[in-house]
């Protein structure tokens, strides 16, 4: 299906792997300039490569900590004419509240939360100026399962996806739309961290975090494709009356929990 995003202009945090890089992937696929957000040069370059060369776009780099409210304010004077923002940058560190000090709970919110918020509030401004723009939230499927022992990032993700909603909810007055996106397990570094400090917690022994990913559904973890094509979809015009809406990607797992 032909989304009609070519020639549009598109935003990424977190791009340089995982989610984020599947995100920029799928939007330059149809067509879309992208820029390409992260904190390491090294990883940002070689996916700037990798994507200019497959899918013929424009691709830019900028290697920032969007935790530092400066550096969102580099990029919306850089990059004000952008069509699709996709806030994806963001790791919360897994752990119940004794593993996760104060220290390292404020860093990881300070990244993803407070990222997003800040993001959205300079972006949201510039794309109502214009009455033209789409922003698309990568939250996580533990903000309507909260899990004790991923504490941190439940709570988070619950705070965004209320902020989705609420931002998402009086957009289309603006001309605009704001949607999330819930992710299950997904198949990247970053869930093997994940696993192996449940396996930690749970066995005493980090090694066996394989033994935890049994069970899901199709047997396996969901592609970080298939997130970045959902992406793709809700920032095109052929998901023109979405807003305020989060879309879960968990393979069923919220529902059989639901169920039990």
């Known amino acids: 299906m032909d989304l009609g995003l070519r020639g549009r202009k ?22 879309c300039d992208v820029v390409l957000v992260a904190r390491t040069a090294a990883d940002l370059e070689k996916a700037r490569g990798e994507i200019a060369q497959r899918h013929n776009v424009a691709v830019r780099c900028y290697p920032l ?19 699709i923002l996709v806030n994806n940058a963001g790791a919360i560190p897994g752990g119940n509240i004794a593993q996760i000090d104060e220290v390292r709970w404020r860093a990881a919110w300070d990244l993803k939360v407070f990222g997003y918020i800040n993001m959205t509030r300079r972006f949201y401004a510039l794309m109502a100026a214009r009455r033209q723009g789409v922003i698309v939230n990568i939250l996580g499927a533990a903000g309507e399962n909260p899990d004790f022992d991923y504490i941190a990032g439940s709570s988070g993700n619950a705070s ?9 909810g009086t957009a289309p007055k603006d001309g605009l739309r704001v949607v999330g996106i819930n992710p299950g397990p997904v198949m990247t570094e970053r869930l093997v961290t994940l696993t192996r400090t449940r396996a930690e917690t749970r066995f005493g022994d980090p090694e066996r975090w394989q ?8 047997g396996r ?3 970080p494709e298939e997130i970045g094509w959902m992406a793709a979809f809700l920032a095109s015009d052929r998901s023109g009356y979405t807003t305020g809406t989060i ?13 039990l």
């Not at 902020?163 to 998402?168: D, E, K, N, P, S």
């Open 10 to 31: 598109a935003l990424v945090t977190g791009a340089s792997k995982g989610i984020g890089r599947a995100c920029a992937e799928a939007l330059a696929e149809e067509g």
């Open 65 to 83: 900590d969007l935790s530092q409210s400066k550096n969102v304010d580099t990029l919306a004077a850089e990059c004000a004419d952008i069509d």
């Open 160 to 168: 965004l996806m209320a902020f989705t909603r609420a931002m998402g």
């Open 211 to 218: 033994e935890l990913m049994q069970g899901y559904a199709f």
């Open 221 to 223: 973890a969901a592609k």
């Open 247 to 259: 879309v879960t990607i968990d393979g069923g797992g919220g529902s059989r929990r639901s169920a």
